[in-house]
């Protein structure tokens, strides 16, 4: 008696539902993630075995060029209230250009409220949004930064200084000033090789406008180097 075959089935598995997964959970990172922009210097931060972590919203950046150029960043809250950063960048934009007179264009005001990383003077402001993506980088990095000096000067604060009364005011208005107080909102990031002259030049600009509480930016020291 011959022996009965039993036919072959391909195995098949759907994956459908997995792809379905799989691209739901890809927007939902894409939509979440917040992406490192793109500073207007290379800064390396100096070690130490400090843990504390500075806050990734409603936070206001110094950075400090090698070169002593002071450039700011501002990021406000991850929603789209009206804390959202481009709305922190756009408002404290508007007290500057009113403290002054300088007049930009809607356009260049939607330039600025987009960019992460500004510095330069304010009277340079205007030309500095005209320019291309690429030129704007350049000018950055060749440029002399936002105006500083070490105190008030007959009675005249600094660029600097109105940038961090823009930004506290702007806050505040907000409700959102208390990081501000604390001295979590403002954190100065200076490169290894920046003069202390320079990182001290801005502590003093915080402190005579009553700034007294910041955070100084470092990288983790590894174990072995403790």
């Given at each position: ?25 890809l927007i939902f990172f894409l939509l979440t993630s917040t992406f490192l922009q793109k500073e207007p210097v290379t800064v390396i931060t100096p ?84 320019l291309n993506s690429d030129d704007r980088d350049k000018a950055l990095k060749e440029g002399p930064g936002i105006p500083i000096a070490m105190t ?25 000033a208390q990081d501000i107080r604390d001295g979590k909102g403002i954190a100065i990031k200076a490169d290894a090789t920046t003069p202390y002259r ?29």
């Open positions: 008696m011959g022996k009965v075959k039993v036919k072959k089935k391909d195995a098949r598995i759907d994956m459908t539902a997995m792809s379905d997964v799989t691209v739901l959970l070690e130490s075995v400090s843990e504390d972590k500075v806050p990734d919203s409603k936070l206001m950046t110094v950075l400090v060029s090698p070169k002593g150029q002071v450039y700011m960043e501002l990021i406000g809250t991850v929603d789209t209230t009206v804390m959202s950063s481009e709305n922190l960048r756009k408002n404290a934009l508007g007290k500057m250009c009113e403290k002054y007179n300088v007049k930009l264009t809607a356009k260049e005001v939607k330039d600025f409220s987009k960019m992460n990383s500004f510095g330069v003077p304010m009277k340079n402001l205007k030309q500095w949004l005209d008030e000067y007959n009675g005249k604060t600094t660029e600097f200084q109105d940038w961090v009364k823009a930004v506290s005011e702007v806050m505040e208005s907000a409700g959102e320079m990182v001290e030049l801005v502590m003093n600009n915080l402190q005579s406008i009553n700034r007294n509480k910041f955070t100084l930016m470092t990288a983790l020291k590894k174990e072995e180097e403790k």
